[in-house]
């Protein structure tokens, strides 16, 4: 007998405990992330070919206090290697943690491997050799703190690995955690059992290999312990041939009916090929289905359905996973009233979707995503109380109501106007604090972030309904919905890159087109608050040299152009914007000479700009302290200063268009005064229908020569 530690994942511990018990261990105790047990060579080959939950089985040989290098290397001398392995035996050692005196993980594989050849060479024995590649044996080391656990791997490679799917198609869900799932999920192999998004199909197979007593680790060519002195091959071959046998007897008898379905044909067709490779592919019925669309298969009554869903990383990057889970929930409810239902995810707030109660949960992990198992029973519903003309009740309904209010009132509108990009909500309920957009046929939801006395897992849970709603109100296609967060930004972090897609396509404002991304950038190219400045500046500009000062992507100057602009000239501090801008330009027919492109500081470029210009139009940021401007600029504080350098370049009769975004900005008259301009404030006439009730979203004032200043030409 030698004792034994079974390695699992955090949680299964008290799981793996029955099913080493069931396997006829007696003595089974749950560690961290393991179970201890003593066990004869027939007990632990059965382990190890049966256990559906266990990574691997390492034979303790030696536990000790560890507190540096010499303790490490004394203890692992004082086992006798020479007992357990013969030294033609090519080995390698897993060192796993570290403590205050250990403090690399190699180094201590290092001490351990010096003290086992050091074991061989003190008897006047060949020294075993290293294979980090192909070993015959691995040494397992765990330290924490100072307690270390010496053993020996009887596995090799993780017992996740049975040997049904290829390496190259490795899923993220492992073996060992779907055994662990469908134990979990309350299913019986009497009962069908139906994944609707069954990926390289690793739920389904377990299942079917549970149903069919196949055994996990019967496909698996090479195990560790073969190579130590104390195998019994014989033993070994008699366990094998018995669950060969099981295995053939197992899957004609079993009548439990397995379905299978996924969109994706690619990936349907990998998890055939596992099934087949498993020995259980006559048991699973597989077919291509978008869950959002499930139905009851043939002979599922009071059936199981089990799956792991999409969920991604990050909830904000994926609102098609809010409108999946959505649609998931309600066909579950519609379709499989008296069946049982257990869903796995990271994400609380995309189970939320489900509108389901819960009857079980369980926390475990994937891989080092924490994830939530829930288990659900799902009610039989009153058919007879359904008509095809009742309509889904809405959801978060004071958002709903207000947003399909406005949608009604501003998109006649916008048509009107011709305009495909407009804002249909800015927050005007506080508690649902979002602005989202229209462009063309997607929608921007733009969350701006939540005050701090909102706890996370509310905010979370409101804006899975914000985004959830949106869809239901605007019809929208949930992959056309972007969604981001929108928080005060210092200096140039407005600009930050969020994605590298580069999915530009082509809006149109006042029968002028410009090029919009959705996805790579906080902002989209276009600031739609402006639409109306911009048409008033296409009114202005024909016959005039045009100037435009912090262009951003340049949509200004179209306007301007596509005005009769006689010359434009378009200045900013990005390259990526001013060539935005030109491809604006380009797709306007705007090109030629007279359409000049600058990259330069703006504050700098304006300090000694030469020429003269009828129209300018400027729109500053609020403050900027970005590392390629040589000072910091406020516009409250700085706003004068840029006057006196745009006086200097304005033509008598001409007109600077002075916005910023400021608010409670407060233009000083008396300095405007002194500097001889005269100052009109337009910006209600710029604010359109559809920034209305944010009245404060900028400002607008027209700034001229006062009339009795004539003297240049």
Partial sequence: MNQYLAVTSNGLENLLVEELTQLGISDAKPVQAGVKFTASNEHIYRC????????????????????????????????????????????????????????????????????????????????????????????????????????????????????????????????????ALILRSGWEPSRPLLDPMCGSGTLLIEAAMMAANIAPGLKRAKWCFEALEDFQPELWAEIKSEAAVQARKGVKKTGTKFFGADNDPRVLQMAKENARRAGVDELIQFELADAAKLTRPQGFEHGVIICNPPYGERLGTHPGLIALYTAFGGQLKAEFGGCQASIFSSSDELLSCLRMRAEKQFKLNNGALPCHQKNYTIAERDTSQLTDSSSPSLIAPDFANRLKK???????????????????????????????????????????????????????????????????VTGTDANNVVLKVRERKKGAAQYQKLAQQSQTFTVNEYGVKLLVNLHDYLDTGLFLDHKLTRRRLAQMAKGKDFLNLFAYTGSATVHAACGGAKSTMTVDMSKTYLEWAKENMKLNGQVGRQHQYEQADCLQWLSSAKGYYDLIFIDPPTFSNSKRMEQTFDVQRDHILLMENLKRILRPGGTIVFSNNKRHFKMDMEQLDELDLLAQNISAQTLPMDFERNKQIHNCWLITHKPQEQGRV
């Fill in 406 to 472: 406005n949608l009604t009132k501003i998109s006649k509108w916008a048509k009107r106007e011709g305009l495909d990009c407009y804002r249909i909500y800015d927050a005007d309920l506080p508690e649902y604090n979002v602005a989202i957009d229209v462009y063309l046929d997607q929608l921007v939801i733009q969350e701006y972030a939540p005050p701090k006395t909102i706890p996370e897992e509310k905010a979370k849970r409101r804006l899975t309904d914000i985004i959830r709603a949106a869809i239901q």
């Fill in 48 to 179: 190890c070919l049966w256990s559906r939950l266990a990574s691997r089985f390492v034979r303790v040989v030696a536990e000790f206090t560890c507190q540096n290098d010499m303790d490490l290397y004394l203890s692992a001398t004082a086992v006798n290697w020479v007992n357990h392995f013969h030294s033609s035996k090519k080995f390698v050692v897993d060192f796993n943690g570290t403590n205050r005196e250990i403090r690399n993980s190699q180094y201590g594989a290092m001490k351990v491997k010096d003290a086992i050849v050091d074991c061989f060479s003190k008897k006047n024995l060949p020294r075993p050799s290293i294979s980090k590649d192909q070993p015959d044996l691995r040494i397992h080391v765990r330290l924490h703190k100072e307690k270390a656990l010496l053993g020996i791997d009887m596995v090799g490679a993780g017992l996740h690995i049975r040997g049904y799917r290829p390496e190259s198609g490795r899923a993220p869900l492992r073996e060992t955690l779907a055994a």
